[in-house]
């Protein structure tokens, strides 16, 4: 519970709601601090701890993360129009990201661009 009242100060916070950022946060540590939740206690919303909870990883290879919608639908077999059709894209632009995934990973075709999302846990 302390971490979801976290959460929400956080939130809170981010939408410039400083009231509720304070309110959620002092139920935090109400909760937090007798059974010892340093991570909630010492790490009001907005410091650095927090916004290492929140931050997404880097995709491998430099990759975009529309390159890594396309390689999702690659690895499932997509031809370049169903992509384009999955994503709202023009094949063209489906056919440009492909070929860029496949110079950025260094692979040589689809069947190694898939094998390559699967080895990365970017086959979902």
């Not at 999955?86 to 632009?93: D, G, H």
Request: net charge neutral.
């Amino acid at each position: 519970i302390a971490r979801v009242e976290h959460t929400h100060a956080w939130i809170c916070g981010r939408r410039g709601d400083s009231a509720g950022c304070e309110d959620h946060f002092a139920r935090a540590c109400a909760i937090a601090e007798p059974i010892g939740m340093r991570s909630i206690t010492d790490h009001p919303p907005g410091s650095a701890a927090d916004a290492t909870v929140v931050a997404t990883p880097a995709l491998p290879d430099g990759l975009s993360p529309r390159e890594r919608d396309v390689l999702v639908h690659v690895a499932r077999g997509s031809s370049n129009r169903e992509i384009a059709e999955a994503l709202l894209i023009s094949p063209n632009t489906a056919a440009n990201h492909v070929r860029s995934i496949l110079q950025k990973t260094g692979c040589a075709n689809r069947a190694e661009a898939a094998a390559y999302a699967v080895r990365n846990g970017l086959d979902s």
